[in-house]
């Protein structure tokens, strides 16, 4: 092979929304930045549904009015149909006001608007370019040995000075090099899905919500798009689909009994045509042992993925790039130091994680009810039940993403989840470490005006104040 080597500031390892949002993100910060995606864009992808904090990071990374331009579909929540109780609404917008909002996508189009953002924030991007190899000096990556599809037999060296690992399941370094990725026992599911024309949802819907509908095997989603169409999967334990598989000649065969399973999906569906041929995901659900470390950053799935319900994926993919970001810019401009930037990207990037592994694993118990949902969301939110402004304000908010924003803004990382998930919840799945939980006398939070970054500030004494999620979706006005 013939070699040629460069050199960048920062390196980011793929284009997904958590590489794309990362590498714009630095970009509008005047960082020197290459973006290397293995495919070429735009490409399929499943994550349909998006989270009202994935706007406020679009926001500071300049894609969120193309993504409004561009018609997707806007979504203020959703509906839930879950056990036996009767329906509840997550709408984000009627609960916290007009900004907190969202939409539902077709990733192969919004991701690949997100990675041409990057390109035009001033973020240098190569598509078809498959990173081979990280190389590490005295434990700290250097340098991304990669080769272009369009020129296989030259392989190229670019040397960094940081790198965000955003390569999804692949895992450039956490599968590949580290090997430091744990299944997730509980969590051996498989989705099954596929597309549907037509536009019917279940009443009370918020405006271009999704519809989460438990069964006694698991559960359905059904998502609208644009165009009148919806996709519609059905998630289940990994034993059970194997059983399921094998009565049926063909996934679309599976996929169809499993709709008619279901009298609220039946109905939802009746009259309309499938428009795809069915698909499936496994062994999505893991975690890696650490996040970060001495010259790199983990970011969306390459760190953890946890499972569709909740619709986490987006969010954890945005709201890493956001902290990499902004604790990649701190310590180049040396606000911080690495050690800092590293623990405060980890406590408050494993706390957003932990917090929505608690919820999901708890509402996986479909007979605790919604009481006993809205009461562990109050826990791991830190809401004292007299100050909520609703019973499940505190549910809506983690699952609009929008508690792990006022967490990075305030500066409050200390995890409310350890009572929740270790103590009277008996959660024993979550285990919450000592490294685990943010240090509050590091007074580290994240800004982004008048640049993006982070800044010690001493938080306030005492019980914090519920999160006010319009103000908090706003990330604009932090200073």
Not at 50 to 67: F, P, T
Not at 180 to 198: K, L, M, P, Q, S
Request: with cysteine; net charge negative.
């Amino acid at each position: 092979m013939e070699p040629t080597a460069t050199s960048v500031k920062v390196l980011v390892i793929g284009g997904g929304p958590a590489g794309s949002l990362a590498a714009a993100l630095l970009a509008r910060a005047g960082v020197d930045v290459l973006l290397l995606e293995k495919e070429v864009f735009p490409r399929y992808h499943i994550g349909e549904a998006l989270a009202s904090s994935c706007r406020a990071v679009l926001e500071l990374a300049g894609a969120a009015q193309k993504v409004d331009d561009f018609g997707f579909m806007n979504k203020h929540g959703g509906l839930f149909r879950w056990g036996a109780e009767k329906d509840w609404s997550a709408d984000w917008t009627k609960l916290f006001g007009p900004e907190v909002r969202s939409w539902s996508v077709d990733r192969s189009e919004f991701d690949h608007l997100l990675l041409n953002n990057a390109s035009e924030q001033g973020a240098r991007v190569v598509q078809n370019a498959a990173v081979k190899r990280i190389v590490f000096e005295d434990d700290r990556p250097v340098a991304a040995e990669w080769v272009s599809g369009d020129d296989p037999d030259r392989l190229h060296t670019t040397r960094f000075e940081h790198v965000v690992d955003a390569s999804g399941r692949a895992g450039v370094l956490t599968a590949q090099h580290f090997r430091n990725r744990t299944r997730h026992e509980v969590f051996r599911n498989v989705a099954i899905w596929g597309y549907w024309d037509g536009e019917e949802l279940l009443p009370d819907t918020p405006q271009g919500g999704s519809n989460i509908i438990s069964s006694p095997d698991g559960w359905y989603w059904v998502i609208p798009l644009r165009g009148g169409r919806r996709s519609v999967g059905f998630v289940m334990h990994e034993s059970a689909f194997r059983e399921r598989r094998r009565a049926h000649d063909s996934l679309e065969d599976l996929l169809t009994a499993l709709v008619d399973e279901s009298d609220t999906v039946r109905s939802l569906l009746a009259g309309d045509t499938r428009i795809s041929p069915a698909k499936v995901e496994q062994d999505y659900s893991y975690v890696s042992d650490t996040f970060c470390g001495p010259g790199y950053f983990v970011a969306g799935d390459a760190a953890c993925f946890l499972d569709p319900l909740l619709s986490s994926g987006v969010h954890l993919a945005s709201y890493s790039a956001l902290l990499a970001a902004a604790s990649i810019v701190a310590v180049l401009d040396g606000e911080v130091t690495e050690s800092e930037a590293g623990t405060f990207y980890e406590s408050l990037y494993r706390h957003s994680y932990t917090r929505m592994l608690a919820m999901v694993a708890r509402m996986y118990d479909q007979y605790q009810g919604q009481a006993g949902y809205f009461w562990l969301a109050q826990k791991l939110t830190g809401t004292p039940a007299e100050q909520a402004i609703t019973p499940n304000a505190a549910f809506v908010e983690i699952v609009g993403g929008i508690s792990d924003l006022y967490d990075a803004k305030h500066g409050r990382g200390q995890a409310p989840a350890a009572d929740a998930a270790n103590g009277e919840d008996n959660l024993s799945l979550v285990e919450i470490r000592p490294r685990d939980l943010y240090d509050e006398d590091s007074r580290l939070r994240l800004v982004t005006s008048p640049r993006l970054g982070l800044r010690r500030e001493q938080p306030a004494a005492g019980v914090v104040r519920p999160p006010r999620p319009a103000e908090s979706a706003d990330l604009t006005t932090s200073r």
